[in-house]
T-cell receptor, first 112, second 112 residues
Framework: NAGVTQTPKFQVLKTGQSMTLQCAQD?????MYWYRQDPGMGLRLIYY???????DKGEVPNGYNVSRLNKREFSLRLESAAPSQTSVYFC???????????FGEGSRLTVL | GEDVEQSLFLSVREGDSSVINCTYT??????LYWYKQEPGAGLQLLTY?????DMKQDQRLTVLLNKKDKHLSLRIADTQTGDSAIYFC????????????FGAGTRLAVHP
């Protein structure tokens, strides 16, 4: 049972480059999320998708775009990476009954 | 707006009890959660409590909820070195989605 799978696990970018983080879940969850984790700041919500076909901004959406490709997949795109986007990114999906979040293993992104 | 606060660091001796505290702001939260993050991994749900409960016990874990003071605590009895991790408190966002607001995380260090 894979749960939530995100790729890549590590990435180094130069300022101005673009990239897409991929995420897929196999638990038939409606809602999916992208968080970033920075030291001393916990997890902050970037974007979320309450259901297939919908996306909404979270706390820190600037500099990011998302696509809910289908029920399983939710991708996060950085169009023009900045050093402030150096972080660990987590994708998650949630059980619609309890609200429990299931997290991927994280993607560590460094922008030089 | 919604905010979750917790102390950043706790050090305990192996075998002692650990108590991690959290305060939250959204009184309409249906669930409150404790997540655990081990090094290099994503977050995993440790336990949760319904907002209409005062206490929940699960083996070595005891969760206490004081709704009046908006205070949540996690007690780990007989703390072991394997409990060393970052513990995140989270509340549900009242915007109508299964969206969580996380605290910054408390790093628990267990020493012999």
């Amino acid at each position: 049972n894979a749960g939530v799978t995100q790729t890549p696990k590590f990435q180094v970018l130069k300022t101005g480059q673009s990239m897409t983080l991929q995420c897929a879940q196999d638990m038939n969850h409606n809602s999916m999320y992208w968080y970033r984790q920075d030291p001393g700041m916990g997890l902050r919500l970037i974007y979320y998708s309450a259901s297939e076909g919908t996306t909404d901004k979270g706390e820190v959406p600037n500099g990011y775009n998302v696509s809910r490709l289908n029920k399983r997949e939710f991708s996060l795109r950085l169009e023009s990476a900045a050093p402030s986007q150096t972080s660990v990114y987590f994708c998650a999906s949630s059980d619609q009954n309890t609200g429990e979040l299931f997290f991927g293993e994280g993607s560590r992104l460094t922008v030089l | 707006g919604e905010d979750v606060e917790q102390s950043l660091f706790l050090s305990v001796r192996e075998g002692d009890s650990s108590v991690i505290n959290c305060t939250y702001t959204d009184s309409s939260s249906t669930y409150l959660y404790w997540y655990k993050q081990e090094p290099g991994a994503g977050l995993q749900l440790l336990t949760y409590i319904f907002s209409n409960m005062d206490m929940k016990q699960d083996q070595r874990l005891t969760v206490l909820l004081n709704k009046k003071d908006k205070h949540l605590s996690l007690r780990i009895a007989d703390t072991q070195t394997g409990d060393s991790a970052i513990y995140f408190c989270a509340e549900t966002f009242s915007g109508g989605y299964n969206k969580l607001i996380f605290g910054a995380g408390t790093r628990l260090a267990v020493h012999p």
